[in-house]
């Protein structure tokens, strides 16, 4: 895979070594030889996953470590810091650095291509949902970059699959001050509980007696509701092929027993934290959606989305041999109602008349807001008899009860003009049909208003 691999250490021997093993990988390589370099690196370049030494002289790996993490530009960039000492003190003081992952000198090279191949497919996932929307100000960008990752990693929803009882006690002990932890000893059930759980992690054992713990984890990648969900797994000292099978299929992170109860809250909160800002992003790129197509004030569709949707529908009616109408509905007199009252009353009478609209059609209709008091209604299997019927309920559900429009004003008589046309000529395109039921609606507007005209074309 193609990524860029930032090395920092101050040792030319080391940087070599990891240099070559990365490039024979396909890794694109940037190296540092201090910390201050590296901070300067990353303020200027792209990074996908940083390789950072513990003992560096100046600025230790520990502070850098914190350093990127504080910035909202490079917090989530993966950053593997490398130690001499295999010691869970470094391992926690790293994780609460903000480290992702640890790897201890001399470095294996398996391990080292696994852990940098799955930290950096994360990137990579992180990358494409910051970059798919086509400005900032329509994703939400600075909010995002603002959001600071180590205020998301506790409070979590945690299920832990482990068959032991006193093991799995005890990893929930060490949990339990930070995250809530429900226990599952059946791979089955938990697999049963997982999409509708809302978790924010599953910790896996690889020790069950019962159970393939790994099988579980392959099954928990497959299912689309469970894709995204990190994993965890618990393995036993030097059990390293099960570790690269589950590595390999898409496990987050391991623990090695016995477990170390401060590097386990360490790095599930890693963990919680990375799951939780990627839930953001993609809560962002959804709200994104929705602003593409959805008008702003009345929560209708746009004009956009109701041009590409109505040829949509064209095409298939006119296959198909299928009925389709539209209604294009005015509000009488509006003008008035901003020049006299004011917009924010206006907006309040378009709020209220989407929602009359909406509540008054098909789920299958398509509603749309054109754009100022302008609306239209696409109707699937509707010839321009039964659309004419539907004109006409509307337009009685909007004179029937008077609009409100704030409590200086109370509430205002409102009525609306609707013109109706159909796909009925071989010839017809979506335009012509809009066309005539522009002209229908001219002529409801020409004969007195609140009335419906369907087009005699």
């Given at each position: ?255 090695v027993r016995p477990v170390d109860a401060n590097e386990l809250l360490a790095r599930v909160r890693t963990q919680v934290k990375r799951k939780r800002f990627t839930d953001h992003l993609r809560a962002r790129l959804e709200e994104t959606v929705e602003m593409a197509v959805l008008d702003p004030l009345t929560a209708l569709h746009n004009r956009r989305y109701m041009t590409s949707h109505l040829k949509t529908l064209f095409e298939e ?141």
């Open positions: 895979m193609t990524a860029r691999v930032l090395v920092v250490d101050d040792f030319d021997a080391n940087v070599k070594l990891l240099e070559a093993r990365l490039t024979a990988e396909y890794f694109e390589v940037r190296t540092a030889r201090s910390g201050a370099e590296a901070l300067h690196i990353c303020a200027r370049e792209r990074a996908d996953v940083i390789l950072l030494d513990v003992m560096m002289p100046g600025m230790d790996g520990f502070e850098v470590c914190r350093r990127l993490k504080s910035e909202p530009h490079t917090q989530h960039i993966p950053v593997i810091m490398i130690t001499a000492l295999d010691q869970p003190a470094d391992r926690v003081k790293g994780l609460e650095a903000g480290a992702d992952d640890f790897l201890t000198k001399p470095v294996d090279d398996i391990a080292l291509v696994t852990r940098v191949k799955n930290l950096a497919r994360l990137k990579m996932l992180t990358d494409e949902m910051l970059m798919r929307a086509s400005t900032e100000e329509q994703m939400g960008f600075a909010a995002t970059m603002g959001l600071r990752l180590d205020q998301l990693g506790r409070g979590g929803r945690i299920l832990l699959v482990e068959d032991r009882d006193r093991s799995a006690e005890r990893i929930i002990e060490a949990l339990r001050s930070e995250h809530h932890v429900e226990r599952e000893a059946d791979p089955a059930r938990a697999l049963l509980r997982l999409p509708d759980g809302n978790f924010d992690l599953m910790i896996v054992s690889l020790s069950l007696d019962h159970a393939d713990g790994l099988r579980l984890c392959s099954q928990v990648r497959s299912l689309d509701r469970t894709r995204h969900l990190p994993i965890m797994v618990i393995i036993e000292p030097g059990d390293d092929t099960r570790l690269l099978r589950s590595l390999d299929m898409g496990v987050n992170d391991y623990i009616s006119s296959q198909r041999g299928k009925p389709l109408s539209v209604l294009l509905l005015d509000i009488d007199y509006f003008k008035a109602v901003n020049d006299s009252y004011g917009h924010d009353a206006g907006d309040s009478v378009l709020r209220e008349f989407a929602a009359r609209v909406r509540r008054n059609i098909r789920g299958i209709d398509l509603a749309c807001r054109l754009g100022g008091e302008e609306f239209v209604v696409v109707m699937p299997d509707t010839d321009l008899a039964k659309a004419y019927l539907v004109g006409e309920r509307l337009r009685q559900c909007i004179a029937a009860a008077p609009f409100y429009a704030g409590e200086r004003i109370g509430t205002l008589e409102v009525t609306a003009s609707v013109g109706v046309a159909a796909l009925e000529f071989a010839d017809d395109t979506p335009e012509l049909i809009l066309k005539r039921a522009d002209q229908a609606l001219y002529c409801a507007k020409r004969d007195g208003r609140n009335r419906v005209v369907a087009d005699a074309a």
